[in-house]
DNA sequence: TATTGTTATACTCTATAACTATA
DNA sequence: TATAGTTATAGAGTATAACAATA
């Protein structure tokens, strides 16, 4: 869809400003990493088991937020590009460890480096006070509980 | 999905970040919007629709950002619940001009009212200052062409 | 010929249910 | 019995293509 400069009545509601938001990045971001030929999930998978030794799949799914079924399409896909190998546990053997390749490594601060060029392009527009803001902002969001939900019971 | 706090890797992605925090927001504008039978979505179509005279379905869909297919469907959903009427344009016969029935009005405020609540306990735990700045700079991300994309050609 | 609304269709992303192998 | 991975399936949400009515 074009989207031009919202009417005001849409442009003070924090659903439309956020999927928009969310729709313009994630644009930017096929954009910036179709060279690289991962998209910004799997970019993130990627992240998140190189940051962590031995995940199985669940546990990367839990870190990420994603469902265990979605984790299996995006190990499917990893591996298919020899970015990522499974290995069965050898103390659990219900768990597949899925580890970085040397070329999933290879690739993943390569795309790492286009990602935050995308971002820092993303952010331009804003000062940098309301980037940071922006981020802070996201990150309290995200990173805590609302309490929205549970009405009013902080007592 | 459960989310919890996310891990480090994840927290400083724009991309993560926004897309959880418009997760979060659907949830808790689904909660906030049920008792009033509708959803996020169909709000901004009854909060354009009456913001603006005689719109056409298509200039709807333009102010919304979304495509001419989808929007049939959300004017369908709105025109079962007697929201929303059709009504041929007489000047321009091609035209369905999708107006508010009274009750799509008083619907309208009472789940205007309700959203309002609702996004205001999601900000809860931002600062003032953190929130506006937010709202700020989601403005200027979603209001103004990005410039990425376009690699640098502002010669 | 071009535009508006519509329908049929398909694609992406995601989740639920059920199966398997392990524990 | 419960858990991890997998598969099949289904549901949102959205878009593309084609058609009818109108311009």
Redesign the interface.
């Known amino acids: ?22 729709l ?6 096929a ?1 910036a990493l179709a060279p690289h030929g991962i998209d ?1 999930r799997e970019l ?1 998978v990627l ?2 088991l ?3 030794d031995e995940l199985s799949q669940l546990e990367a799914a ?6 265990r079924t979605t984790m299996v399409g995006l190990v499917d896909a990893l591996e298919g590009k020899e970015l990522v190998e499974r290995r069965r546990s050898p103390r659990d053997r219900r768990k597949n460890i899925a580890q970085l390749t040397p070329a999933g490594r290879e690739r993943l601060r390569d795309a790492e480096a286009a ?1 935050r060029e ?2 820092r ?6 000062s940098d ?3 940071a ?12 509980p ?4 549970k009405e009013s019971d902080p007592a």
């Open positions: 869809m074009v989207r031009d400069t919202p009417p005001e009545v849409l442009s003070s509601r924090l659903g439309y400003l956020l999927k928009h938001a969310h313009r990045l994630t644009e930017e971001s954009r910004g993130a992240a998140v190189d940051a962590h839990g870190l990420l937020g994603i469902d990602r995308m971002e392009r993303f952010l331009a527009p804003l006070t309301d980037a803001c922006l981020v802070r902002a996201l990150q309290s969001i995200v990173g805590a609302t309490g929205v939900g």
